[in-house]
Structure formats: structure tokens, C-alpha cells
């Protein structure tokens, strides 16, 4: 077995051996392997492998891996990064899934690109659980009025809300705001119950606080060194 493929089967393991725990199953969680940094052959040797969910977080890298890896039919590509405005519609010729909505005028142009095209786009609600605005997302006591704007929207799907816990304290707290914010929406649109929350270095935390899609990048690919 590869370096690569024992890693990944070993993340699959902590998830499986994690959700049994804490009584969920597996057929909840969605995993997303965090491909950035990394070339367009590790995406093919993972999609070898049966991994289809993929994540980016920069459109400059990630538009030309997409199109490289446009052969593999059953690939979906999750964008979870901080997007300009004047990037949504490069992001939207690959994207399926937008983690990172996190204002207002990315919510008017991804809207209106995606109406231009007649397309829906499955979306989370970023939230900024720090105190520095600098770092995307929205309050979390800013939830309900941003998620009507979003419900408004007839090309979008609201799917739940992402959050990134801080490194400077115990990952709980963030994971506890996080489920607590999912909780409020559930109340607007019984629809929106996902959770994008977890990556490396947390995951199993994220999973005992009901996170459904899982973004994970090095503990899978390795360093990066693209
Ligand atoms: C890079 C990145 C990840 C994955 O980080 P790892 O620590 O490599 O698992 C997850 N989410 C976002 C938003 C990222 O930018």
C-alpha cells in the first residue's frame, strides 16, 4: 500500500471508530479531502482509492486542477476558502459546493452568477468564531438575519453552517458555538442540518459535536509541497 492510501485508510478508520462512539453513522458524514498544495495526481490517486468529495481553497489553484481531473465524472469540488467577488464565476465552473459564504456582497454575486447560469449551488453559512473580522465568516449572532437573506436566494441550497475553531483554545468551545448556531437555523429551514467543521488536527472533536462534513488536508495528503 502507498504512503498515501495507508493514510487515508487510517483517517477512515479514527472516523469510523469515532462515529461508533458517539453512536452516529457513518453514512452522516461526508469526507472532503483538502487537495490544496497538493498536484492534480494525488486527487487521481485518491479518486483511485474511492475518494469523490475534494476541497480548495484558492480559485487560482484550484480552477486548473479541476479542469485537469474534468475525466473523473463522479468528482465534486467543495470551495473552502475566503472567495472575491471577482472569483465567483471562475469558482463556479467547477465548484458543487461553496463552504465559505460569509457576506453580504458574495451572497448578491453568487446569486446572480448562478442565476446567469441556471444553476443551483449547494452553500454553508460561515461562521467567524473569533474576534477578528479579518478572518471571513459572519457573527454568530448575525445567523438568522444573514440565513433569510440566503433563503431568499431560489438558486442556492443552504446545507448548514462551517465554522474553523481556533488554534489558541481548546477546539470544544468553537465545535459547541458551531452546533449551537446549526441548532438556531434548523429552526428557519429544517433543511439546512449540515455542519462543516473538523480538519486535521481536529476532526474526532468535531465529530462528538455533530459535524457532517469533515475538511481534511495534511493528515491525509501529507505535507504540502506543490
Ligand atoms: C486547509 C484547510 C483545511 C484542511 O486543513 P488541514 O489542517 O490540512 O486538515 C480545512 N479547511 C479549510 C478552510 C482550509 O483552508
Same mark, same amino acid.
Given at each position: 500500500m502507498s504512503a498515501l492510501a495507508? !493514510?487515508?485508510?487510517?483517517?477512515?478508520? +479514527?472516523?469510523?471508530?469515532? =462515529? !461508533?462512539?458517539v453512536g452516529r453513522s457513518r453514512s452522516e458524514v461526508t469526507l472532503v479531502v483538502i487537495s490544496k498544495n497538493h498536484p492534480s495526481d494525488l486527487v487521481r490517486d485518491l479518486y483511485a482509492l474511492g475518494q469523490t468529495d475534494f476541497g480548495e481553497n484558492r480559485d487560482q489553484e484550484?480552477?486548473?486542477k479541476a479542469a485537469s481531473v474534468a475525466d473523473l465524472t463522479r468528482a465534486?469540488?467543495?470551495?473552502?476558502?475566503?472567495?472575491? /467577488?471577482?472569483?465567483?464565476?471562475?469558482? @463556479?465552473?467547477?465548484?458543487?459546493?461553496l463552504h465559505s459564504l460569509d457576506r453580504d456582497s458574495l @451572497?448578491?454575486?453568487?446569486?446572480?452568477?448562478?442565476?446567469? =447560469?441556471? !444553476?443551483?449551488?449547494?452553500?454553508?453559512?460561515? =461562521?467567524? =468564531? /473569533?474576534?477578528?473580522?479579518?478572518?471571513?465568516?459572519?457573527?454568530p449572532s448575525d445567523l438568522e438575519i444573514f440565513a433569510q437573506n440566503v433563503l431568499e436566494q431560489r438558486n442556492l441550497?443552504?446545507?448548514?453552517?462551517?465554522?474553523v475553531a481556533a488554534l489558541d483554545r481548546?477546539?470544544?468551545?468553537?465545535?459547541? /458555538?458551531?452546533?449551537?448556531a446549526s441548532m438556531?437555523? +434548523?429552526e428557519l429551514d429544517s433543511g439546512a442540518t449540515a455542519i462543516s467543521a473538523g480538519m486535521s488536527h481536529d476532526f474526532e472533536v468535531a465529530l462528538e459535536f455533530g459535524a457532517t462534513h469533515l475538511r481534511i488536508g495534511t493528515a491525509i495528503t501529507g505535507n504540502r509541497n506543490l
Open positions: 495507508e !493514510r487515508y485508510a487510517e483517517v477512515q478508520q +479514527r472516523i469510523d471508530s469515532k =462515529l !461508533r462512539t484550484a480552477a486548473p465534486r469540488w467543495h470551495f473552502v476558502g475566503q472567495l472575491q /467577488t471577482n472569483k465567483v464565476k471562475s469558482v @463556479l465552473n467547477y465548484a458543487d459546493v @451572497l448578491d454575486e453568487v446569486s446572480k452568477q448562478t442565476q446567469r =447560469l441556471e !444553476r443551483k449551488l449547494d452553500v454553508f453559512i460561515q =461562521l467567524n =468564531l /473569533t474576534d477578528d473580522p479579518g478572518r471571513g465568516g459572519i457573527r441550497i443552504l446545507r448548514g453552517v462551517m465554522g481548546d477546539p470544544k468551545w468553537d465545535f459547541e /458555538t458551531i452546533l449551537e438556531r437555523l +434548523r
